[in-house]
Structures are given as structure tokens and as C-alpha cells.
């Protein structure tokens, strides 16, 4: 059974932490994705990555970084957490762009 | 650039009832088109996707879409609706520049009355 393991469902972090969260695959896919998801504005691309060490920039990529140093393992990084980041974040993977298994979803609170 | 429109973002409909959910894409290269389903504080489960073939495409739970290229559409309908199906549901485009990133509708959140 596919598996995308998001490190935790609810996370409340203070305005100024260095946030980490953290996304398993293990299904040996070589793209990951971050997105972001907000009601009325869908899932928002913020970065995804295409090989290990590789990243690209999605759509909303101000205030975030990512890191992928083996090929299952894919992080999202805030480094300056703002109350405007609270929201559901969602880590997918995929093989080739033929469909993309997703995480279970973090939901984060930034007071 | 890709684009995915959903018309609708609230859909009602009586269980028992014929399902239809609007999608149409842009993009300039044959897309992958893909319908997602989210249940509260869940993920994304794949209902269905179209890639290369037969335009008419099944999937889980009864649900099927149509790939029609000329209308740049990708409607997910299902003939009868189940209470179970109250959700949200997203329709997804990838396939241009090689790099398969995923770009997604706002959504339709469907309501399946008694």
C-alpha cells in the first residue's frame, strides 16, 4: 500500500519560529510537492522538487524553503513563521506526473 | 501557462440524484487530467485520471469524466448520489514542461441532501 507520511496532523507554532515539517514517501517517486490549501483559493503550489538536491519555486514560494537531501524525505521550511501561514499544508509525490499520492495533511496555527 | 476553472464552488444535490461537477482546462500541451476527492481534515484521494485512450474515464465509487478536447473540459459525474459523497472534490491538470507539477481548481464542494 503507497504511502505519503506527513510528520504531524496539528501543529501550533508562535509568530517568529523556525517551523519544520516534514514528508516520507515510499513509493521511490522522484517528484514531492508542497502545497498549501486555503478555503476558496484550492491547493497553491510552493515548491516541489524533481530529484534529490533539485528544487523549483512554485506559485507561493515567499517565506518558505525546502530541503531534500535523499529521495524519499521532503521538508518544508518556515523560517520566520507569520499568522498569515496558518493553514493546511499537503505533501504529495508522484512518478512521472501520472497521478500524485498526498499526505494526510498538516494543519498549522501560527498565534 | 496551465489553468484549471471549476464552475461552481457549492453544489447541492438529493441523494439519488445525478452528480456533475465542471471542469474545464487551459494548456498547450496534451494534458494528464485528474479528479481528486477530500474528506474533512483528509487528504487527496485519486477518484480518476485521463492520460492517453479512451476519453470516457471510470473510476472509484462510481464516478466517471469525459476528456473532451474540443471543449477543454473534464466533468466527473456520477448517475445517482449517495450521501457518502458529500465532500470536496478538485479536478487537476499536469503534463506541460516536463517537470509534471500539478496545478489544481478551488474546488466544488458537493452536499448530497436527504
Known amino acids: 500500500d503507497v504511502k505519503v507520511t506527513q510528520s504531524s496532523r496539528y501543529l501550533v507554532k508562535r509568530t517568529g519560529e523556525k517551523v519544520f515539517l516534514e514528508c516520507v514517501q515510499d513509493m521511490d517517486h522522484e517528484n514531492m510537492f508542497w502545497y498549501r490549501q486555503d478555503p476558496g483559493l484550492g491547493l497553491r503550489l510552493i515548491y516541489f522538487s524533481y530529484d534529490v538536491k533539485m528544487k523549483e519555486k512554485g506559485d507561493i514560494p515567499e517565506g518558505y524553503s525546502v530541503s531534500r537531501e535523499k529521495k524519499e524525505r521532503f521538508s518544508l521550511i518556515l523560517e520566520s513563521a507569520s499568522t498569515n501561514q496558518t493553514s493546511m499544508y499537503l505533501c504529495?509525490?508522484?512518478?512521472?506526473?501520472?497521478?500524485?499520492?498526498f499526505g494526510q495533511g498538516t494543519r498549522l496555527t501560527v498565534v | 501557462a496551465q489553468s484549471v476553472t471549476q464552475l461552481g464552488s457549492h453544489v447541492s444535490v438529493s441523494e439519488g440524484a445525478l452528480v456533475l461537477l465542471r471542469c474545464n482546462y487551459s494548456s498547450s500541451v496534451p494534458p494528464y487530467l485528474f479528479w481528486y476527492v477530500q474528506y474533512p481534515n483528509q487528504g487527496l484521494q485519486l477518484l480518476l485520471k485521463y492520460t492517453t485512450g479512451a476519453t470516457l474515464v471510470k473510476g472509484i465509487n462510481g464516478f466517471e469524466a469525459e476528456f473532451k478536447k474540443s471543449e477543454t473540459s473534464f466533468h466527473l459525474t456520477k448517475p445517482s448520489a449517495h450521501m457518502s459523497d458529500a465532500a470536496e472534490y478538485f479536478c487537476?491538470?499536469?503534463?506541460?514542461?516536463?517537470?509534471?507539477?500539478?496545478?489544481f481548481g478551488t474546488g466544488t464542494r458537493l452536499k448530497v441532501l436527504a
Open positions: 504529495a509525490s508522484s512518478l512521472a506526473g501520472l497521478e500524485a499520492f
Open positions: 487537476a491538470v499536469s503534463g506541460a514542461s516536463g517537470t509534471y507539477k500539478y496545478i
